[in-house]
């Protein structure tokens, strides 16, 4: 049985679903949903791309990633539907949840006193 075609969504589409899933620092530029994170250095940088590789790879639906010291670019497109669907929101938005996560204050894990990986483009 073959798979359903995904639906493609048209640029200002896009723009309301990116608000919809509460994408804000994530936009849309020559085809591709945009995110740049920036952090404390090169450690955490390479630490970072580890964990979107890790989720891209659960999902098996890979990022185009660029790196360099304090800074990680992540691109995301369905390839095959050639353009931005549903698997592209549901990818940034797990990547957001899991890099920007930090402890609660106050709870049971402190977190670390270092800058790590800033919310802000």
Not at 47 to 56: E, K, P, Q, V
Not at 92 to 98: D, G, L, T
Request: proline share 2%; aromatic share 10%.
């Amino acid at each position: 049985m073959g798979k359903a075609t995904e639906k493609v969504y048209s640029d200002a589409e896009i723009v309301a679903k990116l608000q919809e899933h509460g994408l804000t620092e994530w936009h849309l530029e020559e085809g591709w949903l945009r995110r740049k994170y920036t952090t404390d250095g090169w450690p955490t940088t390479l630490m970072l791309t580890n964990a979107i590789g890790y989720l891209c790879e659960a999902a098996w639906h890979h990022a185009d990633l660029a790196v360099t010291w304090g800074k990680l670019w992540v691109k995301l497109k369905t390839h095959s539907a050639g353009g931005i669907t549903d698997k592209d929101f549901a990818l940034a938005k797990k990547i957001e949840e899991v890099v920007l996560w930090r402890p609660a204050v106050g709870g049971a894990l402190e977190g670390t006193p270092n800058k790590w990986v800033q919310g802000k483009k």
